[in-house]
T-cell receptor
Framework: GESVGLHLPTLSVQEGDNSIINCAYS??????FIWYKQESGKGPQFIID?????DKRQGQRVTVLLNKTVKHLSLQIAATQPGDSAVYFC?????????FGQGTELSVKP | ETGVTQTPRHLVMGMTNKKSLKCEQH?????MYWYKQSAKKPLELMFV???????ENNSVPSRFSPECPNSSHLFLHLHTLQPEDSALYLC????????????FGDGTRLSIL
């Protein structure tokens, strides 16, 4: 994921629309990836994970896509709701250590 | 409820104080972690414990001293901290170290005066 943070990237969507949050990871040897959601005043909450032998994985209203060729990860949230407003982090596993990106702030407009 | 409980939630201390952060996990996991989260920066891994043994110290200054008495409890002892140590300190646990999701507590917000 991204390393040094400047300002947090933001994404603003209308309630009910689909959201796509992107992440570029750094190490082609990374074999496991996780998306987390962090609400204000709380710790990161596990959303979904994917191993490098997969291209796509679906959960409840969420889908993670992995493109190993360009080292890109995305999180799709269907029918975005106000409760989805939070900062979303991707993390890549390298040698048992999770390396986190700087995060994207998702804002849902009613 | 994430299954990982951190206390205290907030801590204000002077640079000469000694305090400890506590983490307890109720998930039956064997690996525990300390992370530092500063504003506008990605989460930084500090320490890793696997089956009570420290397996990672990510070049953390010695003013931070971890302790893992058993697989369910993790402490971070603090002494003579600096203002730049003000941050959110997060504890996490996973079944083992490796390709496993880590589950986080809600953190301790630490302010150094």
């Amino acid at each position: 994921g991204e390393s040094v943070g400047l300002h947090l990237p933001t994404l603003s969507v209308q309630e009910g629309d689909n959201s796509i949050i992107n992440c570029a990871y750094s190490n082609s040897a990374s074999d496991y990836f996780i998306w987390y959601k962090q609400e204000s005043g709380k710790g990161p909450q596990f959303i979904i994970d994917i191993r490098s032998n997969m291209d796509k994985r679906q959960g409840q209203r969420v889908t993670v896509l992995l493109n190993k060729t360009v080292k890109h990860l995305s999180l799709q949230i269907a029918a975005t709701q106000p409760g989805d407003s939070a900062v979303y982090f991707c993390a890549e596993n390298i040698g048992g250590k999770l390396i986190f990106g700087q995060g994207t702030e998702l804002s849902v407009k009613p | 409820e994430t299954g990982v409980t951190q206390t205290p939630r907030h801590l204000v201390m002077g640079m000469t104080n000694k305090k400890s952060l506590k983490c307890e996990q109720h998930l039956g996991h064997n690996a525990m972690y300390w992370y530092k989260q500063s504003a506008k920066k990605p989460l930084e891994l500090m320490f890793v414990y696997n089956f009570k043994e420290q397996t990672e110290n990510n070049s953390v200054p010695s003013r931070f001293s971890p302790e893992c008495p058993n697989s369910s409890h993790l402490f971070l002892h603090l002494h003579t901290l600096q203002p730049e140590d003000s941050a959110l300190y997060l504890c996490a646990s996973s079944q083992i170290v490796g390709n496993q999701p880590q589950h986080f507590g809600d953190g301790t917000r630490l302010s150094i005066l």
